[in-house]
Each structure stands twice: as C-alpha cells, then as structure tokens.
C-alpha cells in the first residue's frame, strides 16, 4: 500500500466547500452562460487546484481526494447531480477504482516454434514484457506473428509497413531502424535519424501499432539501443499500476495493444530467418507480411499486490429533449498530477489544473441553458499513470457505452508553448473528422473566438496527442472525440515549476467558453451525426 500523508487533512476537506464562486449560487438568471466564465473564477480554481496544500494531486493521496471533494462541490453548486451510488446505495459523484500493483514475474517465458523445433525464451535474458493495456493476471498469448518490418507509417514520405497488413487484434513484430536503399537513406534526413534509434521512434512506433489495433508487440531493438539491455530491462521492470476489475463483471480490455516486448536481436533472427532480413545486422529486405512458419507462445505471469483507491468526480446535467437526452456527451479533463518526487512538489497548474478548472466552469456554464442532449462532466484520476481513469470509465460506464456520441477532453491548456506560441489546437479524431472541424469552426467563429490551430488534423503529430491523453479511451470505443490542448511538452513540463503563476489564463478562458460552446451546440442539434 502507499504510504499516506496524515488524515488529519481529512477534517480539512470543507475548505473546499467553501470556495465556490458567488455566480455557482446565486444569480444565474442574471449572467449570459457564456461570459459567465471569466479569468478570475479560473485563477481561483488554479489556486487551489495547483496549491502546495494538494501536494501535486497524486491519485489516491490524500491532496487528490480534496481536489476531489472540491470538484464534487463545485458540481453539486452548479445544479449538476450524480449518476452513481456508493456502497451503501447513496447517491454519489464518486467512481471509485481500486487500484493494484503488478511486476512481471521471472518465471515468464516466450516460447518459439519454428517447424518442429521450439526454442524457450526467459524474462530478462532474451525477451521483456510491459503490460499497456493488460488487464488482470496471468495470460498466455499466442499466435502467428506479423512481420511488419520497421514497423514505420510513413505514406508521404514514400514508406508504409502497414499497407494492405491487417493487424487488428494480432501480435506484430518489428525492427528497429530507419530503411535504406541502396546504401542511402529513404526517409529524409531528420525522419532517417529519428527511426534509427529505438529510444526516439519509439512514441511513433508505437502510436502506429495502437492505431491499427495490433494486441501485442514485439519489438527488436536496433544494435545501439540493444546494448543498452539492462537498463530497458531496469524500465520494464518497474511496477505498473492498474484498475482492479469490478466484482461483478469482467473489464474489457481495449481493442489494441495489450502488451509491448522486446526481444534481443539474436533471438530474433530465427524468427526472421525465412524473410530476407536480418536483425543482427540491420540489412537486407522483406516483405510485411505474416510468419508463416513461425507460432509464439507467450506465458506472461504477474505478482499483484493491492495498492489503493482514486475516484473519477462524474456528474451529470440531464437534456431537456424527451427523445435525445438519452444520448450522451461527456467532457472530460484529468484532475490527477505526479504528487511529491525525490523531496520535490509538482504542483501541475498546466498539466492539467488547467483543463480541470476549465472543465468545472464549463459545466457550471452549461448548467444556466441545459441542451436537448444530457452532458456528463468527468474529472479522472490515474491518467498519469496510463490514461487509467478514462479507461476505467468507459469500461464501466454509468449509461450504455453506445449512447455516449461525444467526448470533449482539455488537457494542458493554460500555456504557451514553442510549436503553437499563442494558439490553443484543437484536434478532431479520425472518426468524424470532417463533422467534427465543422463543429469546432463554427462555434469558435461564431461564439468564442479563440485562437486556434488546426494543422495537427491534416499534418504531421509528431507528439502523438491522439494517443497521449484520456481521450484515446473513448476513440477505442469509437466514439469521436476532440481534444483541447496547449500541446505537450514545452515549458515546464513535468516539473516542479508548473505552477499557477505561470499561466496563460486569457488561453484557459478561451479554453473553457469553447468546451462549454462545443458541448451545448453539439447537445442541441438535431443530427450531430449522420450514422448509417
């Protein structure tokens, strides 16, 4: 179990209570919703949100579960009301997760059939295992792998290992590096350089394999990362962290990328043996295709220890149409930042006190002109842990799962960063994409005039921002999704200086009036999509 800071802290959770701004109580007839939502009931939120009291909002510590309590409040203030029961069957804006910790265990084996010959592959030695999405215990795998090459998506650029290659809900195996023809690079110069080494493609890599559903991933590395084996081996033996199932039903694991391991490039070539290519060396050529004549048995055991409990704050502002308030949208930032590192406090004001404070104002917003469709406003825990919150909530969703047609997610929006100095992105899931930049554009024009970037939907992502926050969980699910950011990286990320004195807070405002914008226009349409 975690260590936990004094409960003494417990008996101050009504200071929460009591910071809710006077137009959360009273008054609301007088305010038009959107400019309801100003800077100074962000900065106040910010405040309290990114202050050394919460020490950094660590899911389950004692700082999370006030910034909770204070996010519960300021929803039942705004007229919102909750969707859950507690354990004693009263209604509550808690969903709470037990969460546990998990070590792969030494006594995990890979074990590779290659006509009649089988080799056996041991934990740390030849192979490593990192759960991503895995949920539960043990679990054998097994199957005949895809050879995907390189593993690299790159169609504009003349090279796509995924081309005709149906992956979904198989095991891929991939290279590390960068091809070459010839003698001389494929990819331009800064692209050769970046797949050339393991420890840089990697996010790429492995955004690909997640958006073409592969369930496991093997991943042999390039000859300079290969001899860095123990400390990825040091990487991959850390603990992980994940939901514990509910009793009452089994979770279902999202649709991709389960598992992630990798395999020395020795062990690797007789997998390759038959293709062309080889691991060791990094030469020669193949095809992407399966291994016909290679089967992988993955026996993958795991030590779980219990670990602690972290709720989502869910609440819901029911529609007024008889017919769509039974379609669902849900908006959504996460409230959870790293807590207390080697003796420093990271207080997270951008990442993502930010959207959470965003998010409250936006609800308390919408509440004063309820739309034909019902919204439901989160807050999650554990996304810096692996996005654990969100996917818990749609694993286990307080409506129908097919009923949820939108989610709205604000992360890190309240600074400037290098790429996109004074916008804020806006980025559209693949699913939906057109209707959803429609969306976006006409609102921001019409309603909120925000400042902001498109690119990312037409262009390159090289920070993977679809992947890289809580809306990915709903976008595995199919639902289409918009995500509201600053960008990832850039100033301050992740570190003890990110705090409420160095917000933009005219880009928070901008963020919140066009989430509350986007959620009420998207509530009161009467075709939001037009599905087949």
Wanted: charged letters at 20%.
């Amino acid at each position: 179990m975690r260590s936990r800071r004094s409960t003494s802290l417990r008996n101050l959770a009504a200071c929460a209570m009591l910071i809710v701004p006077a137009s959360a109580l009273w008054g609301q007839e007088r305010v038009d919703p959107l400019q309801s939502i100003t800077q100074a009931e962000l900065r106040d939120h910010l405040y309290y949100l990114a202050s050394d009291f919460l020490a950094g909002r660590d899911a389950g510590e004692e700082g999370y579960i006030l910034a909770a309590q204070y996010g519960a409040v300021h929803f039942r203030a705004a007229g919102l009301v909750p969707m859950l029961s507690d354990s004693s069957g009263a209604p509550t804006f808690f969903q709470q997760i037990r969460f546990e910790t998990a070590t792969v265990s030494t006594e995990s084996v890979m074990r590779v059939t290659l006509g009649d010959v089988e080799r056996t592959y041991r934990l740390g030695q030849e192979f490593l295992a990192q759960p991503v999405f895995a949920s539960g215990g043990d679990q054998t795998i097994t199957g005949m792998p895809l050879f995907l090459g390189y593993g690299i998506e790159e169609p504009d650029l003349g090279w796509n290992d995924y081309e005709g290659v149906d992956a979904a809900g198989k095991m891929a195996l991939i290279v590390g590096g960068a091809p070459t023809r010839n003698g001389e690079p494929v990819l331009p110069e800064e692209k050769h350089q970046m797949y050339s080494r393991l420890l840089r493609s990697a996010n790429t890599l492995f955004a690909s394999a997640l958006n073409h559903q592969v369930a496991t991933l093997i991943v042999v590395p390039d000859s300079a990362t290969a001899t860095m084996w123990d400390r990825l081996a040091s990487m991959m033996n850390r603990p992980t962290v994940r939901p514990v199932s509910p009793s009452s039903q089994e979770m279902t694991s999202p649709p991709s990328l389960s598992w992630i391991l990798q395999l020395r490039p020795e062990a690797a070539a007789d997998l390759l043996s038959g293709t062309g290519f080889d691991p060791v060396s990094g030469t020669g050529t193949y095809t992407p295709g399966p291994l016909e004549k290679v089967h992988v048995s993955l026996d993958l055991k795991r030590n779980v220890e219990s670990a602690f409990s972290s709720p989502n704050v869910v609440a819901l502002l029911p529609g007024t149409d008889s017919v769509l308030k039974n379609e669902y949208i849900v908006v959504t930032a996460h409230l959870d930042h790293v807590g207390i590192r080697s003796g420093e406090l990271y207080n997270g004001a951008d990442d993502n006190a930010s959207g959470s404070a965003a998010v409250l104002e936006a609800a308390e917003a919408a509440a004063m002109a309820p739309s034909k469709r019902s919204i439901i406003f989160v807050l999650f825990t554990s996304e810096e842990g692996g996005l654990l919150g969100s996917g818990y909530f749609v694993d286990n969703p307080p409506v129908p799962i097919e009923q949820i047609v939108l989610n709205i997610n604000l992360d890190m929006v309240g600074r400037n960063s290098p790429p996109f100095p004074e916008s804020l992105l806006a980025l559209a899931s693949e699913n939906e994409r057109p209707r959803l930049l429609e969306l976006i554009t006409s609102v921001n024009d019409s309603r909120v005039g925000a400042n902001l970037d498109l690119r990312l939907n037409e262009g390159e992502d090289p920070q993977n921002h679809v992947s890289r926050s809580d809306q990915l969980a709903f976008i595995q699910r199919d639902i289409p999704a918009i995500l509201l950011t600053r960008g990832f990286m850039g100033p301050d990320y992740h570190r003890s200086s990110d705090d409420p004195e160095t917000i933009n807070y005219e880009k928070v405002l901008q963020a919140a009036r066009l989430a509350f914008a986007l959620a009420v226009e998207a509530g009161n349409r009467e075709v939001l999509f037009d599905r087949e």
